[in-house]
C-alpha cells in the first residue's frame, strides 16, 4: 500500500543544533507539505512544494529550510535549532494540482529542543 | 492572524447524542472546506469536506454545514460514539492559497459511554 512515512518519529536535540527530518512517501504525489502542531495553534504551514525542485515558505518558515530533489522525498531542515521550535511536525502530500485536493498526513514527528 | 478560528477548545458529550462543532473563518477567498480528525500519536485523516457552491454535504454519521454569508462552518455528527473522541480540525482553502490548508486550532471532542 502506498503511504507516508516520517523520521524520526522521535528526537531530542540541543539548542543551535542542525536538525533534519525526514519525509517519504511512495503515492508518487506532486504536492508535499510541513506542518507544525502547538497547542492554541493548530497546524501551520512551514513550507510546500508543488514538485521537483520547488520549494515556497509558508506562514512559519523562519529558521526551516527544504528541498525537493525527487517526488518522493522532502526533508525539513532546522538550521539550528532553537527552543521555540519545539513542537509536533507532520508532513503531508496531495495528488491535486491546481485544487485544495486531500491532504494524507504522515505520524508525525516529535522534536524537542533543549 | 487567526483565518480559521475554532473557539471551543473542548466539547464533552453523551454516547449517542449529537456532537456538533463549529468553525469560523474570515477569509472571503477561502471556497473549499474540510474537516479532520486526529487521534493521539497518529496524523491527521481526512473526515468530510464542502465546496462553497454547496452549504450541506452528508457521509454517513457526518453532516457539514456551511453558511457563507456568517462565514462558518459546523460538523455534526449523529449519533455520537465513542470511537469519535479524538481532536477535529477545521481547514480552508481557496483564492491563491492554491492547494494548501490553513487550519483551525482544533477542538477536542470527548464522548462518554
Known amino acids: 500500500d502506498a503511504e507516508i512515512t516520517q523520521s524520526p518519529r522521535h528526537k531530542i536535540t540541543e539548542t543551535g543544533r542542525q536538525v533534519t527530518l525526514a519525509c517519504h512517501q511512495t503515492?508518487?504525489?506532486?504536492?508535499m507539505f510541513w506542518y507544525r502542531q502547538d497547542l492554541g495553534h493548530g497546524l501551520r504551514l512551514i513550507h510546500y512544494?508543488?514538485?521537483?525542485?520547488?520549494?515556497n515558505k509558508g506562514e512559519v518558515s523562519d529558521g526551516y529550510s527544504v528541498s525537493r530533489s525527487n517526488t518522493e522525498d522532502l526533508p525539513l531542515t532546522l538550521e539550528s535549532a532553537a527552543s521555540s521550535q519545539t513542537s509536533v511536525y507532520f508532513c503531508?502530500?496531495?495528488?491535486?494540482?491546481?485544487?485544495?485536493?486531500?491532504?494524507?498526513f504522515g505520524e508525525g514527528s516529535r522534536l524537542t529542543v533543549l | 492572524d487567526q483565518q480559521v478560528k475554532q473557539n471551543s477548545p473542548s466539547l464533552s458529550v453523551q454516547e449517542g447524542r449529537i456532537s456538533i462543532l463549529n468553525c469560523d473563518y474570515t477569509?472571503?477567498?477561502?471556497?473549499?472546506f474540510l474537516w479532520y480528525k486526529k487521534y493521539p500519536a497518529e496524523g491527521p485523516t481526512f473526515l468530510i469536506s464542502?465546496?462553497?457552491?454547496?452549504d450541506k454535504n452528508e457521509d454517513g454519521r457526518f453532516t457539514v454545514f456551511l453558511n457563507k454569508s456568517a462565514k462558518h462552518l459546523s460538523l455534526h455528527i449523529v449519533p455520537s460514539q465513542p470511537g469519535d473522541s479524538a481532536v477535529y480540525f477545521c481547514?480552508?482553502?481557496?483564492?491563491?492559497?492554491?492547494?494548501?490548508?490553513?487550519f483551525g486550532q482544533g477542538t477536542i471532542l470527548t464522548v462518554h459511554p
Open positions: 503531508a502530500s496531495s495528488e491535486v494540482f491546481g485544487s485544495t485536493g486531500e491532504l494524507f
Open positions: 503515492w508518487n504525489h506532486n504536492n
Open positions: 512544494s508543488y514538485g521537483v525542485h520547488d520549494t
Open positions: 477569509n472571503s477567498m477561502f471556497d473549499y
Open positions: 464542502i465546496s462553497s457552491i454547496k
Open positions: 481547514a480552508a482553502a481557496g483564492g491563491t492559497s492554491y492547494g494548501k490548508l490553513t
